[in-house]
């Protein structure tokens, strides 16, 4: 953390501005989600992704809008890129046309291909390279949202439930962070000798702040930490036991939810560009149904076992779409990114622009 952003004593603004989703379920007292709770979770989860994607998508285009000649230069470069991949469809055997008699094969041909190719990525018994990479950037998500939730004065999760100060220093966090303009400005007005007095004693507010805020989530990192490990523990058992007995199921599931088979009768046995985003909806869609309902019962399983350990809005947490869709993103994104790398994906030529350009 840079001396700048820490300067007032206050944590980074997060990567991207939260937008608020649907109400999401939270679990009871004891730490109990019912099934349809963890579906509507799911939905919620999938509503956040698509809005914080869309509100990527406004803002990488607003960019380009200020830039005529970059568009300009942008819009030849993509139009060359439609020329070749034109040109390689005519060239190649995956090119022709598909006969309406022809589409119940091609639909088999993209659900076994995708099955396949997800099958190299999440294998029984052990987990790929690729995906424990993103199993620890998931956790490093996990622990912003976590400090995030930690520095609120609600408790994330509910309607506007007032949090109950559990520490001396976080009351005083609170309370001076509240009264941060008032006393700026009462140190504004004080008269000073000479500058570099009321300098420093604007650096001991801040000061002061900051020690108090690392004084009291200091107290909160054995939770984060047990929490870290309960998701780490329960992603690896997802991702080599619960899901790949499911690949078959979720890439039928998607071929026919996205329709595939119709938007790919001009480009073979892949999925094109311009299917791309139904395929991804449907794709994050249901693996967000697998995911959420078995995440959520392994967490608060660890988390019920060891329920003296933990507050409530730290069991709240762990029913935060937001975590879902952090993981959505992470993972989903590097699935794509393999599809891509195989040859079975054509991602839209400004996909990975619009992603950097939330962040």
């Excluded at 309960?230 to 991702?239: D, K, P």
Aim: aromatic residues 8%.
């Amino acid at each position: 953390m840079s001396d700048a952003q820490d300067k007032r004593g206050k944590l980074p603004p997060p990567l991207k501005p939260p937008p608020k989703p649907a109400i999401a379920p939270i679990p009871t007292p004891e730490g109990f989600m019912s099934t349809a709770a963890k579906l509507s979770l799911a939905d919620v989860a999938l509503q956040l992704r698509d809005e914080q994607l869309e509100a990527k998508v406004v803002h990488y285009k607003a960019d380009l809008a200020t830039n005529a000649e970059l568009d300009a230069v942008t819009a030849q470069v993509i139009a060359d890129l439609h020329n070749l991949q034109a040109e390689a469809r005519r060239a190649g055997p995956s090119s022709r046309p598909v006969a309406m008699g022809d589409r119940s094969q091609l639909e088999i041909e993209l659900i076994q291909t995708l099955k396949e190719m997800l099958g190299r990525v999440f294998r029984p018994e052990k987990l790929a390279t690729l995906i424990e990479r993103k199993i620890g950037e998931v956790a490093k998500r996990f622990a912003r949202l976590f400090f995030e939730s930690e520095l609120a004065d609600k408790i994330r999760g509910g309607s506007d439930e007032v949090k109950a100060m559990r520490f001396s220093d976080q009351a005083l966090f609170h309370a001076l962070s509240r009264a941060e303009d008032t006393i700026v400005a009462e140190l504004d007005k004080l008269q000073y000798v000479e500058p570099r007095v009321k300098d420093r004693a604007r650096d001991s507010y801040f000061a002061l702040v900051k020690n108090l805020r690392n004084d009291f989530l200091a107290r909160t990192t054995p939770e984060l930490n047990v929490l870290v490990k309960y998701l780490n523990e329960v992603l690896s058992q997802f991702f080599t036991s619960e899901l790949p007995p499911l690949l078959g199921e979720l890439s039928w599931e998607v071929v026919r939810e996205a329709r595939l088979a119709e938007a790919n009768s001009s480009a073979g046995y892949k999925i094109s560009a311009s299917a791309f985003p139904r395929f991804r909806q449907a794709f994050e869609r249901q693996f967000l149904k697998r995911l959420v309902p078995f995440t959520e019962d392994e967490m608060l399983r660890r988390v019920r076992d060891t329920m003296g350990q933990f507050r409530e809005e730290t069991l709240r947490l762990v029913a935060d779409p937001a975590i879902f869709s952090e993981l959505c993103e992470v993972v989903c994104g590097a699935v794509y990114d393999m599809l891509y790398n195989d040859g079975f994906l054509d991602l839209p030529s400004d996909w990975r622009a619009r992603l950097s350009a939330g962040e």
